[in-house]
């Protein structure tokens, strides 16, 4: 067996460095090209990854890392793991993604803590694993074909089925992976990566002998690769020794997230993240270097602590940046140079940020008045009907917009013409929903990009990015601000336009807010001060913002934490904190609002119902859930929330429109579990990316399953 490479990444940002994959993408889906066009843009984009990373200099290329929509949602394929149902649709893979106009689409959710979305396996007792292994043996075919030797990277067995809930099925689906094993040794593969980041979790006895069990079966194959099982996202913990103790040659630990291994761990290749994959910072090398050598181990590769998906691609494509910020920054080009030149011995000092002395930030939660005060004040004030109806906030974002706001940004579009097309929309998205028959309305958000990288324009100690673009999921991608100093609000935000909104209706408009955490989550923060306190500074801004929405008249205010399970700590030591201050941070945003105004917040995607508990303790008056794509799992932990509560009824991350029948359904079930004077009508999420026509027929049905539940009521 080869010695394992001095230098390697556990993975690569595959979108492309001008989102060329997007775009083949939605170009596909729409019926503009066939799936050769997409398959080719795959192959392109592949092999200037490879290209680019031999010339960077680093010796082990992964393959596999690589997808049209989602490395889980491939593996399911690879395995067997399709449902039944989607067989027959024209294109399985993207119906499992998607859905089609008769196929809802498999559940979503985050990637351990981060903010990317994988598509759930769904594992029953029907699923019959079979292995495909077409995909890994074709990289690896392509790879060589021009002159590269890869290692494929493929989610390994037990994280898979934990992530499908399946962890009894271990003895079938290793028959699968033997299988792939054996096919890669004989197409001449060296080693093989598989990727187990839950093992940085909390693990059962029950859960660690599977990580033993499975380990020792796949090392004891005689014709197999080299085994490099991989951790990201923090300490391997409990899960360490036991790996060590199987034939497995290579382990790969995250030292950024967790420390440098106590145990020896002579015998092994330890693969050793010493850079991040997560930030956006210069590695330190003196840190990295003191790491390296605290090892024992009977060899050290140089690497990143996860797969290099979650950040940009080169920060020499920001030529906006002030250059003192920017010598601070390392995108995905720039740590696989640092990695190289860390496995070659050949580092400079480069100071990630300077030390801070702010004073820690208070955490003891604010509040308001009690809620039973303020739902009778807010229900003498809004007169809403039962099972009032509304959508999360954003609608669709037309090319004429985006062309707009991007032409304002370039100065060939005046100012004032710009903010009139604004006004325009706001108009067109106010009378949609009059005419529709919804209760609560929003504006639509036409004069955002996104909602944190809005905020982050008008917020002080924020910088923004022009190309550092990151997939979130499928083709979804956000561009990350960067919040490298203290924060604070210089002038009022969303007034404006709250109030324009106001102005043209009778209905009550919500104020549109990101929360702190959230806006915090979906950055890249700088290091030198505890998250929490950063956290507390853009919690300040958003109160000054939510003053400002009651004193110009705004009803209802909304303030989004989509991320508050996605920061939650994989440990439970440490949860319990976190916790405690991510809603101190909220009810501090939220505490500057009067008791009639009502307060309402939003999560998705996001596995709430496992901290509902905290969400309740937010004290928001109204919260609204995602839902319809998780099959109302959340529906089960709502009977002691105590305030009021939209299980989402439309999956907005699927362009199928939801049946009338459908929403009645998904309403009834909640009626089920909770009284009506407490629900609430929405979608699962913002309807940004989807088109006008399907969100006005789908809000149709929405009302139309509505008004049949209020006759009966």
Known sequence: MSAFPQSTVLGYPRIGPRRELKRALESYWDGRSGRAELERTGAELRARTWRRLAELGLEGLPSNTFSLYDQVLDTAVMLGAVPERYRAAEDPYFAMARGTEGLAPLRMTKWFDTNYHYIVPEIGPQTVFKLDAGKPLGEVREARALGFETRP???????????????????EVLGCYAELLAALATEGVAWVQLDEPALVADRTPEELAAVRDAYERLGALSER????????????GEALPVLAAT????????????????????????????????????????????ALGAIRASRVTVSTSCSLLHVPYDVEAEPGLDPALKERLAFAEQKVAEVVALARGDVRGVPVSLPSEAAPAPFAAEGRGPYAVRAAAQADRLRLPPLPITTIGSFPQTGELRAARAAAAAGTLPQQDYERRVETEIERVIRLQERLGLDVLVHGEPERNDMVQYFAEHLDGFAVTANGWVQSYGSRCTRPPLLYGDVSRPAPITVRWARYAQSLTDKPVKGMLTGPVTIVAWSFVRDDLPLRDVVFQVADAVREEVRDLEAAGVPIVQVDEPALRELLPLRRAAQGGYLEWAVAAYRRATSGAGDRTQIHTHLCYSDADEILAAVDALDADVTTIESARSGARILGAVDAFERGLGPGVYDIHSPRVPSAQEVEDLLRRTLRVLPAERVWVNPDCGLKTRAYEQVEASLKNVVAATRRLRAEL
């Open 153 to 171: 990277v493929v989610v390994g067995p037990v994280t898979f089925l934990l992530l499908g809930s399946a962890p009894d099925r271990l003895e």
């Open 225 to 236: 690769p080299g085994l490099f099982v991989a951790s990201s996202f923090g300490d391997l």
């Open 247 to 290: 034939p497995v040659e290579a382990i790969g630990v995250d030292l950024v997230r967790g420390g440098v291994p106590e145990l020896d761990l002579t015998g092994k290749t330890v693969v050793a993240g010493v850079v991040s994959g997560r930030d956006v910072w210069r590695t330190p090398p003196e840190r990295a270097l003191a």
